[in-house]
């Protein structure tokens, strides 16, 4: 059974850093494709960084490119996102997703996902 477990949300100050981690079990973990999601109510849930199986290669939805990096420990089946420069409209419950299957590319499409933790949520006082 896939568990997918986020943690390190919380509340800090625009101009702030948080580091999120992402625990998966149950799946061949350097073999799948990771990436963060976020939402807030009433709105589709928006990718906002991933990361390749093979290569590492990283992707960035434009709001956050400079500010968040996202990596991965396949030894330690851990996915990253560092935060940095935060602002009030970073706030959102944070989701970690791996890859629906194994070896495929990641994307921002919710369907290339097929496991979900439960989220962690990030708010950004101004």
């Known amino acids: 059974q896939v568990q997918v477990v986020e943690s390190g949300g919380g509340l800090v100050q625009a101009g702030g850093s948080l580091r999120l981690s992402c625990t998966v079990s149950?799946?061949?973990?350097?073999?799948?494709?990771l990436g963060w999601f976020r939402q807030t109510p009433g709105k589709e849930r928006e990718g906002v960084s991933c990361?390749?199986?093979?290569?590492?290669?990283?992707f960035y939805s434009d709001s956050v490119k400079g500010r968040f990096t996202i990596s991965r420990d396949n030894a330690k089946n851990t996915l990253y996102m560092q935060m940095n420069s935060l602002k009030p409209d970073d706030t959102a419950m944070y989701y970690c997703?791996?890859?629906?299957?194994?070896?495929?590319?990641?994307?921002?499409?919710?369907?290339?996902?097929?496991?979900w933790g439960q989220g962690t949520q990030v708010t950004v006082s101004s």
């Open positions: 990361i390749n199986w093979v290569g590492g290669r990283t």
């Open positions: 997703a791996a890859g629906r299957s194994a070896n495929i590319a990641c994307s921002f499409n919710t369907f290339t996902y097929g496991y």
């Open positions: 149950g799946l061949t973990f350097g073999n799948y494709a």
